[in-house]
C-alpha cells in the first residue's frame, strides 16, 4: 500500500499546477495520452522483457494483489502516474516562466 500512497501523493502534489495555475494538463486529456503511449509501450515492453528473463520480479507480499499478466498494478501506474506528474511540473514552469512552443 505503501507504493500506492506515495503515487497519490504525486497526483495531489501537482493537483494544483492543474487547478491553480491552469496548465489544463488533464483537460487536454488526448494530448496527454499521445504524450504517454510512447513512454508506456518502451518501459512497460522493457520491464516484462526483464520480469521474463529473470532479471527484474516483484515481491508479491509487498504488493495489493492485482496484476496484469506479470506486471503488478503499481508498476502500471507508475508509469501513468510519474510522467503524467512530469507533464504538469514542465507546463507550469513554461506558464510561470512564459516559455511559448
Do not use: N
Amino acid at each position: 500500500m505503501t507504493y500506492l500512497l506515495v503515487l497519490g501523493a504525486c497526483v495531489l502534489g501537482t493537483l494544483p499546477l492543474e487547478l491553480v495555475l491552469g496548465v489544463r494538463v488533464y483537460r487536454q486529456w488526448r494530448r496527454l495520452l499521445l504524450t504517454l503511449l510512447p513512454v508506456l509501450v518502451v518501459f512497460l515492453t522493457w520491464d516484462l522483457l526483464a520480469i521474463r528473463a529473470g532479471h527484474w520480479g516483484y515481491d508479491r507480499g509487498q504488493l495489493v494483489g492485482v496484476s496484469f499478466g506479470d506486471l503488478p498494478l503499481e508498476e502500471l501506474l507508475f508509469f501513468l502516474v510519474i510522467p503524467t506528474c512530469s507533464v504538469l511540473a514542465l507546463e507550469a514552469v513554461r506558464r510561470v516562466r512564459g516559455w511559448r512552443l
